[in-house]
């Protein structure tokens, strides 16, 4: 019998530091494991793997796309290109949290309930990455 356990996000971001830094003092993670171009943080048990997309050497290149395309997948421009949806308890509170720490991806954003059965919000991470956090209804 085939069974899934478990989906683990992984993240583009411009610099590890900064969004390990951003991580851990904004949105409450903890660090797992961190290097110069990969990082895990943790909170409950919820991992983010963060990665490196910090190749800029395709700014450089532009002339000669059409010679040798972008190819090293670690592009600085694919950060903030990720989102994911993180299931919570203590949404509210969750919320709340987040909303002091100024995260929300619109510093009004309430919680939506949504038709499907879920309360959820959004917000950005440093390098624009959307994560949405939702509670399941009743």
Not at 58 to 81: D, Q, V
Request: charged share 25%; proline share 2%.
């Amino acid at each position: 019998m085939i069974g899934f356990k478990k989906s683990i996000p992984a993240l583009p971001v411009v610099s590890i530091a900064k969004a390990v830094e951003f991580y851990e003092n904004r949105m409450g993670f903890t660090t797992r494991h961190k290097e110069e171009t990969f990082a895990i943080v943790v909170r409950g048990g919820i991992e983010i793997h963060l990665w490196a997309s910090c190749d800029r050497s395709w700014k450089y290149r532009s002339i000669m796309l059409f010679l040798k395309p972008i190819w090293s997948g670690a592009e600085t421009f694919l950060a903030g290109t990720a989102s994911c949806r993180i299931e919570v308890e203590g949404i509210d509170e969750l919320h709340q949290e987040y909303k002091t720490q100024g995260v929300l991806h619109n510093e009004h954003s309430d919680i939506e309930e949504q038709h499907w059965g879920h309360r959820d919000f959004s917000i950005l991470d440093l390098h624009g990455n959307l994560i949405t956090f939702y509670e399941a209804i009743g």
